[in-house]
């Protein structure tokens, strides 16, 4: 891989100056296409956890292991040194090798015969999927001045929401018309295609060109001394660990829910692929992007706007969780599912925006690394896990909804993630102030 220093800037000079040019945007589409299929890969294990559970007889506590502790083991701890290698050489590169890694892995997974071959392959799914996520935040970073992150952040992780929809819309129906393997094999097809064609899309920008010259610094940052520096300093540390237990809610409820709404509610495989993808897709989407344009909005009086945000928009979810739970049928659990599902995102744009603006240019990569195995190992590999284990432990007593008391347990993540959130607003407020004074 060639220096990313040899790289000439790819961004316009007018972006400097706060204007963005149009090779921005498409290496933000291109990069958002990449993301979509990265949590599309990811999502069909849940998406199609009735029909996969009917062939190979894998239990809710298999199922939660294979979208939880097994998945989340590879993805963070190898996110660490994929970001470390990306922050040393070209990032795009990087992503495009991680893509087709984790493709043909999804690939794999339709092809398994029993629960150990689903479990290496989804294990390599979390290994390619490592080097997707942080490479792509410091390019957009590069590509965006300041003051123009959040919101392009927020549309590069709407490729979650849209990642969920079209895995639910286009996975339903394909598994519905045929089988769910081929599912698997075709989109995971189309990944490979995709890291081929992302080289030649997405040109390596400068790394710090649009920052303040006085924060970018002249040498590359050392692995263990960005991790120092990300562990000690508190506002890092909380953003990661609100993040990290908000996701326990995130991923426990996504990777249950479709079997939740099939086994409990009486949805079909038909109906998931309509009317649950649309409420995924258009409420995971329109709270990341109103999440987004909120923090450029509310971030330039204040940094606090970081924390309360997402700590309001989670108190705001909870009543809206728990009468989706308790809904009688699968179309009144759906509108409200809509609530959670808007509300339940805020947290990601503004974490992401928080970490990249609060690091220097040459740890962006490694530090978006860090903020994501500390959120995604705390929230999937715990989340799903706990549910699972909970829907086998009340099967024997409540064999009719096990499901919905396992989700029922998440609800006191949302309490613990608010107060997180709101201890992160209170050191936000005593940094700002320290920042004044000091002028």
Not at 64 to 75: M, Q, R
Not at 387 to 412: C, K, M, W
Request: net charge positive.
């Amino acid at each position: 891989m060639s220096q990313t220093d040899a790289i000439a800037p790819a961004v316009p000079h007018s972006a400097g100056t706060g204007g963005v040019g149009s090779r921005a945007w498409v290496a933000l589409g291109a990069l958002w296409f990449i993301y979509v299929l990265n949590f599309l890969d990811r999502q069909l294990l849940s998406i199609l956890a009735k029909p996969i559970q009917d062939t190979l007889h894998i239990t809710d506590s298999q199922l939660g292991l294979l979208g939880g502790l097994y998945f989340a083991f590879f993805y963070c701890f190898i996110a660490i040194p994929v970001g470390w290698l990306a922050d040393r050489t070209n990032r795009v590169a990087v992503l495009a090798i991680a893509c087709g890694i984790w493709s043909a892995a999804t690939m794999a997974c339709g092809l398994s015969r029993n629960f150990g071959q689903l479990a290496v392959s989804r294990m390599t799914v979390g290994f390619g999927e490592a080097g997707g996520v942080p490479p792509s935040y410091a390019i957009i970073t590069d590509y965006f001045p300041p003051g123009r992150r959040g919101m392009a952040l927020g549309i590069y992780n709407l490729g979650p929401p849209i990642g969920a929809a079209l895995g639910i819309a286009f996975g339903a129906s394909i598994a519905a018309a045929f089988s769910w393997r081929l599912a698997f094999v075709v989109i995971g097809a189309v990944g490979l295609v995709a890291a081929a064609a992302v080289m030649f899309v997405v040109k390596e920008p400068k790394r710090g060109g649009l920052d303040p010259a006085n924060a970018v610094g002249a040498e590359k940052a050392s692995f263990w001394g960005t991790v120092r520096m990300f562990f000690s300093r508190p506002s890092l540390v909380l953003a990661s660990a609100g993040s990290g237990v908000t996701q326990i809610i995130t991923y426990g409820l996504g990777n249950f829910a479709t079997l939740f709404l099939m086994r409990e509610k009486g949805m079909t495989l038909q109906d998931v692929a309509l009317w649950y993808a649309l409420v995924v897709g258009i409420g995971m989407s329109g709270g990341i992007f109103v999440s987004g344009w909120l923090i450029d909005r509310f971030t330039r009086r204040s940094k606090q706007a970081y924390a309360v945000l997402p700590a309001l928009s989670l108190a705001l979810a909870i009543p809206f969780y728990l009468a989706f739970v308790w809904a009688p049928t699968w179309p009144l659990a759906l509108a409200f599912l809509i609530g959670p599902t808007f509300l339940n995102y805020f947290y990601l744009s503004s974490s992401v925006a928080l970490v990249q603006a609060e690091v220097r240019p040459d740890q962006r990569v490694m530090s978006g690394a860090l903020l994501l195995l500390v959120m995604n190992f705390v929230g999937m590999g715990v989340g799903p896990t706990i549910v699972g284990y909970a829907s086998d432990f009340f099967r024997a007593a409540h064999p009719e909804n096990s499901l919905q008391i396992a989700l029922y347990a998440l609800t006191p993540f949302y309490l613990a993630a608010i107060a997180l959130f709101l201890w992160l607003a209170k050191v936000l407020g005593r940094d700002t102030s320290r920042a004044g004074g000091a002028q």
